[in-house]
């Protein structure tokens, strides 16, 4: 069984590969040109774009069924030390599972430019939320019950 | 039956060239982009996705494109585009209690923590003509940003119910259960429930909305109230073999609609209210509504109703709910049916042929 450190460790990586695949892929773009270090790497598993079929539950808790599908490209990395990468990406942008799976990589080995660019990421992402999350609340009614005729 | 011909080559290739001249039309009007019909159409790409039983916006539009904007065209070409690619596997299902709302409405409970939230909506504007829209580059208004951002996440109106006993419970199987897939196996009947929703969430939305509709009438009558319909973007959570744990490979738009209907009780246990769920791709409130309108009617075996409309008959709402096939047989009419044809012509005609002579006889 994987130990506290383990599924701490996990926790963080499934949190930036949640960060990565989120991301519009020019931001991954930009987050990679912005790197003061490409890292050389090779492809394990070049980019392949295939479907996840989308599973939902009856009242949204009950007996799962099969909404439908969605494309998703897949990518593996092995950067020259050895270290591989993994990206799944919702979409059909093989250069955005390529560069989420090289982050990835770079998130294990520890590399710090490529956290700060990760932790860039996360915070557009959240200010993309916030700034959906304050429209739809501009939104919010409170319907009064108007009575109808006598009493 | 139709027939196989030969030749017509020169013809087809023509007829080719002509609808994709068509199809751009006056060329002195701006070409339409897929991001324009993605970004400015994307009603009519949450309908194609859904249908199409495929995610991917720009996929979508560029069917609505090629379709000339003929949505059933759209979805056709869709569901074909989808047996090009290898399925990675599934996803976990989805939480649509943890969706980032962008609309969320009641009808059954006015006051519910998290609130109502109307956003983006038809619903209460005037249905006139906006002749301001015939100028193209007038500024558009921007949304309004309230101070204060919705809740994070709200609880499902049927949970509150679910909370006091007053609604059937949703129970997960165990994790193991296989689920009925109808893109790897036919259909059988009857079908469990999970089957029916796979069918109903890519069934035309026009053949629900009307099926859904004949309940109301009386046609499988069972009183429905919008329990909620939310809108907003749900992380899709996937666990490929070679990592072992779930990570998320994306949002997608859903909108999920829960009906509360009619109860249900007998001797041993207390009345409670039933339910009915849609659940689709993107913002599809009419269909997710009359889905489970549908879905709701087709649980009359397990809630020992009597089955006398056809939204009622699973085996006839299930035949007959998908576009693709039902365009598919409805247009091969259109094909040479030349041999059948001659052999009608000549049994219609020696039966007018007996019935002369009798005449003559007489």
Known sequence: MAGQEHSEETAARRRWMSVLAGAPAAEVEAAWEGLPARPERQFLRAPETGMVMVRGRAGGTGRRFNLGEMTVTRCAVRLDDGTVGYGYVAGRSPRHAELAATFDALMLRRDEAAAAAVDALARARKARRSATAAKTASTKVDFFTVVRGEN | ?362
């Open chain 2, 1 to 362: 039956m139709y027939v196989a011909v030969k030749g017509g080559e020169k013809a087809i290739l023509n007829s080719h060239r002509l609808i994709e001249d068509e199809r751009r039309g006056d060329r002195g009007i701006p070409e339409l982009s897929i991001a324009q019909i993605d970004e400015q159409l994307g009603l009519a790409v949450d309908r194609v996705m859904t249908e199409g039983s495929l995610y991917d916006r720009r996929l979508a539009a560029l069917a609505i494109k090629q379709a000339q904007g003929d949505l059933i065209e759209a979805i056709f070409l869709l569901r074909a585009y989808r047996t090009t690619l290898p399925r990675f596997g599934a996803s976990v299902p989805i939480d649509t209690g943890r969706m980032q709302v962008r609309r969320r409405i009641s009808a059954t409970y006015k006051d519910i923590p998290g609130g109502q939230v109307l956003g983006p909506t038809y619903d209460y504007t005037h249905r006139l003509l906006d002749f301001g829209l015939m100028d193209d580059e007038a500024e558009r208004c921007q949304a309004v940003s309230a101070p204060a951002e919705v809740d994070a996440a709200m609880p499902r109106v049927t949970d509150l119910l679910g909370r006091d006993g007053l609604i059937e419970e949703e129970t997960a199987e165990p994790d193991e259960t296989p689920i009925a897939d109808l893109t790897r196996d036919p259909l059988t009947f009857p079908a469990e429930r999970p089957l029916r929703l796979q069918n109903l969430a890519r069934g035309d939305e026009g053949f629900l909305l009307g099926l859904g509709y004949s309940t109301q009438r009386g046609y499988g009558r069972n009183h429905p109230f919008v329990g909620e319909i939310r809108l907003g973007e749900v992380a899709v959570e996937f666990v490929p073999e070679e990592l072992g744990f779930p990570i998320e490979l994306g949002e997608i738009t859903v909108t999920e609609c829960q009906m509360v209907n009619q109860f249900k009780g007998s001797k041993t246990k207390p009345a409670q209210f039933t339910r009915g769920y849609g659940l689709t791709f993107g913002h599809c409130e009419r269909k997710a509504m009359s889905m489970a309108l549908v879905d709701r009617a087709l649980r009359c075996r397990e809630l020992d109703e009597d089955a006398t409309a056809p939204a009622q008959d699973e085996e006839f709402v299930m035949m007959h709910s998908d576009n693709v096939e039902a365009s598919g047989f409805v247009q091969h009419l259109k094909l040479p049916h030349y041999v059948d044809f001659q052999a009608e012509l000549v049994m219609v005609r020696s039966m007018r042929a007996a019935a002369g002579a009798k005449e003559a006889a007489e």
